[in-house]
């Protein structure tokens, strides 16, 4: 794979990247060998696709059911979502391989991802990323992209991630540990959060629910929530992002108001 120039794979002294050789898209078909897709994760399945008019409708929440089991999505993980669903395994491969959120390869306490996309980049999401990366390697050589330093699973363990738009573009530099939000960050706050994570501390993000661990994130995109209090407490606004919303409060200012037919759309050019 030949990456682009500048990209923050680059910085790596050792370009490196998730085992895709050892991991099979093309997982056969065949009985689930794993005892993790036992009796209780079978019924959590049932009642997601119980959701849906139709059961495929239900692979993406099956997907983080089998992270929130296995911390990533393995060949049984494949075989488990298909023979649920009835489905074939090529097309839950299909779906497995598009999402970044679905990982190949078993992942830490932790999913440490670092914005490196435009601004966060401009702001220094680039040079996090580079630092991170020589901080969670080991023995000289930086952690690459979707590496875990630290034994998958174990506490303190993390797998680090370049990401691109986190969406809250107004608070960057931004990190995301398991999805919640760590706003305005440098590179000496960005080593303070993944050495406490790496000690077994959970800081409080920012904004948002109070931070867990993958697997327990996983299931919630899953959609369990067994303390839906827990999760939904803390703030959900930050200041910068409500800023504009308060100065036109403040001045009075509001949205024009709409037309009560809508203006007629130019027409459109003849095809040549
Ligand atoms: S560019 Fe980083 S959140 Fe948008």
């Given amino acids: 794979m030949t990456l682009p ?12 990247g998730p085992d895709e ?8 078909d065949g009985p689930i060998a794993s005892p993790s897709f036992g009796e209780v994760t079978r019924q959590q399945a049932k009642e997601i696709i119980a959701r849906y008019p139709q059961s495929r409708s239900a692979l993406l929440p099956m997907l983080h059911l089998v ?11 494949i075989r488990f979502c298909a ?19 679905y990982k190949r390869n078993p992942c830490g306490e932790h999913l440490v991802s670092v914005c490196t ?13 580079a630092r991170l990366q020589e901080r969670l390697g080991t023995e000289g050589r930086p952690l690459g992209h979707e590496e875990t330093v630290g034994e998958p699973g174990s506490p303190g363990s993390i797998t680090l991630e370049h990401a691109e738009c986190l969406a809250a573009c107004d608070l960057a530099p931004v990190i ?20 406490a994570l790496r000690r077994g ?22 959609g369990f ?12 606004i930050a200041v910068e992002t409500v800023r504009g919303a308060v100065l036109a409060d403040e001045r009075g200012w509001a949205a024009p108001a709409r037309p009560a037919e809508h203006p007629a759309l130019p027409p459109l050019p003849e095809k040549k």
């Fill in 117 to 129: 996309n435009t601004l966060c980049a401009a702001m220094g999401g680039d040079a996090i990323y």
């Fill in 201 to 222: 501390e959970k800081p409080h993000p920012t904004r948002g629910a109070p931070l867990t661990d993958l697997r327990t994130v996983e299931l919630e995109l899953a």
């Fill in 5 to 16: 120039e500048g990209n923050p794979e680059m910085n790596a002294r050792e370009v490196t």
């Fill in 83 to 101: 023979e649920m669903l009835e489905i074939t395994t090529a097309e839950v491969s299909a779906v497995a391989t598009f999402y970044t959120m």
């Fill in 176 to 195: 995301q540990v398991n999805y919640e939000y760590f706003d305005n960050q440098s590179v000496e706050s960005a080593e303070e959060l993944v050495d």
């Fill in 67 to 77: 992270q929130s089991v296995e911390n990533h999505v393995s060949q049984d993980g």
């Fill in 225 to 236: 929530h067994p303390d839906l209090a827990a999760v939904a407490e803390g703030p959900s």
């Fill in 21 to 28: 050789v050892t991991w099979n898209p093309e997982a056969a």
